[in-house]
């Protein structure tokens, strides 16, 4: 399995209202391309998921704390957790890579 930047981004290009593409799944595991427009109005998920920044740059809010983020950072968000990304630059995509059984139980 694999998939590329380019052509992630070109997948969720080709329906302008999605904000997120999955581009591979195995077992608990899936990875999407996310790219928000304007506000990130996610709402906490059932699963661990890592964010690995594709480009951009923003503020990062995590169970109450906010951190900036720029291209090539990994950021972590438990299973149920409130985040989402804030003031972040019209270049901005990511990595969403969603693992481990739901609700973060190992």
Same mark, same amino acid.
């Given at each position: 399995m694999k998939s590329s930047v380019n052509d992630a981004l070109k997948k969720l290009s080709e329906n302008p209202d999605a904000l997120f593409f999955k581009v591979l799944e195995h077992a608990s595991m899936s990875v999407e391309i996310y790219r928000p427009v304007n506000k990130d109005e996610q709402t906490p998920h059932l699963q661990d998921e890592l964010y690995i920044i594709i480009s951009g740059t923003g503020n990062f809010l995590n169970d109450g704390a906010r951190t900036t983020f720029q291209t090539g950072d990994v950021l972590f968000v438990p299973a149920g957790v409130e985040h989402r990304? #804030?003031?972040?630059?019209?270049?901005?995509?990511?990595?969403?890579?969603?693992?481990?059984?739901?609700?973060? #139980?190992?």
């Open positions: 990304f #804030e003031n972040f630059s019209n270049n901005f995509a990511t990595w969403v890579i969603f693992y481990g059984p739901k609700g973060g #139980e190992s």
